[in-house]
């Protein structure tokens, strides 16, 4: 067994290598898969964190352990094969998910660090200070409505907090924003909200996380004066239910990346209940897929607690195995929804193609198998 000869000879950080090291250990108490490769998947773990001088605090998170651990894993495992082109494949696909998801931590992907936010999706609002992004927030919200609004939205989501096991006890607080826009027949205030904030494709709606872990639903107020007079218009009702589903969750660990976007999305459409009232319509074959040959996407969604990246990861891993897991979690979003244009992710796309081809992959039993 050997590692990439660039992922040697760095300055590692001794408590680092240990917290990996500890991760990994339980992982594999966990995960049989995990315990078979353990000395190779430390081997070459620790190779990466030395080369990539990868600070201790990015262990901190369980969904990073556990994504990190699984890539290095993948990484290992191309070594098992004699088939060039194969292994040339997963290594690519471990190098390029590593880089998304370790260039936070390493002084030594600055460079690639910079390259990801200046190419990938910006984040609403990342152009303006945290405290001018509240001004510019607070000039546009209606708030007479906003508070009018927030009173009514647990009846028009009920059913969703069934699904998805939210009680009053466990609820996760959100703060609403009914934007003052005016609609198709008055684009000014929308105009000008993208030109102050530099946002360059404004959602319908969408739910923003600030540094804080606070989460603020955004709503334009056509559709909220939509749903009020007409509830039952699937089209309204199922982006409210959707973003609900956003503000009780928590999937996307790495801003400026498409990590973890898809199940992010995809959970929020099959957790908004019936698929007529789903935001991706794409999602439905996605979802039909992966449920052929008694296979569900169920029990991995909504059964662990919290409902985030690292449950749902961890639930996939149980399922269908910790390769296709993780490449659920790093596979690059239907073109229809935010995809980041970073190198790493367009390199992840043409390798793994869309998350329909994963899935398809994995229902026909054909994940990571190896000429040998």
């Known amino acids: 067994m050997s590692t990439p000869k660039e992922w040697n000879h760095g300055e590692a950080d001794p408590a680092a290598i240990e917290a990996f090291t500890q991760y990994a250990c339980a992982l594999g108490d966990e995960l049989p898969e995990v315990q078979a490769e353990l000395p190779q998947i430390l081997e070459t773990g620790t190779a990466w964190i030395d080369a990539h001088q990868l600070e201790l605090a990015f262990f901190d998170d369980d969904a990073h352990g556990l994504l990190f651990t699984g890539l290095i894993k993948r990484g290992a495992e191309a070594y098992d094969t004699s088939n060039e082109t194969a292994q040339n494949r997963e290594l690519a696909i471990a190098k390029n998910g590593l880089i998304l998801l370790t260039h936070r931590f390493s002084p030594v992907l600055e460079r ?132 609900y589903v956003h503000t009780q969750t928590d999937y996307s660990i790495e801003p400026h990346t498409s990590i973890g976007v898809f199940l992010d999305e995809f959970h929020a459409d099959v957790g908004s209940g019936d698929e007529r009232d789903w935001a991706y319509p794409e999602h439905r074959a996605d979802y039909h897929a992966f449920n052929q040959d008694g296979r569900t996407l169920e029990q991995a969604l909504f059964s662990q607690a919290p409902q985030d990246l690292a449950g749902t990861v961890r639930g996939l891993a149980h399922e269908v195995g910790l390769n296709s897991a993780v490449e659920l979690a790093i596979v690059p979003p239907e073109e229809s ?35 040998t």
């Open 112 to 243: 690639e660090a910079e390259q990801i936010i200046d190419q990938g999706d910006v984040s609403l609002g990342i152009r303006l200070s945290p405290h001018g992004w509240e001004a510019v927030c607070d000039a546009f919200t209606d708030r007479h409505l906003t508070e009018q609004f927030k009173k009514e939205i647990p009846d028009l989501v009920g059913d969703v907090k069934e699904r998805l096991g939210v009680t009053p006890d466990n609820e996760q607080e959100y703060q609403l924003r009914v934007l003052a826009f005016n609609g198709a027949f008055d684009r000014e205030p929308e105009e000008r909200f993208k030109e102050v904030t530099g946002i360059r494709d404004l959602p319908t709606a969408w739910v923003e996380e600030d540094q804080q872990g606070e989460k603020t639903m955004f709503l334009p107020r056509p559709l909220v004066r939509g749903i009020r007079d007409n509830p039952d218009v699937l089209p309204r009702r199922r982006t409210l239910k959707h973003e």
């Open 337 to 371: 929804q935010v995809l980041s244009q970073d190198n790493y992710s367009r390199n992840l796309r043409t390798l793994l193609g869309t998350p329909l081809d994963c899935i398809q992959r994995i229902a026909n039993l054909e994940e990571n198998t190896f000429e």
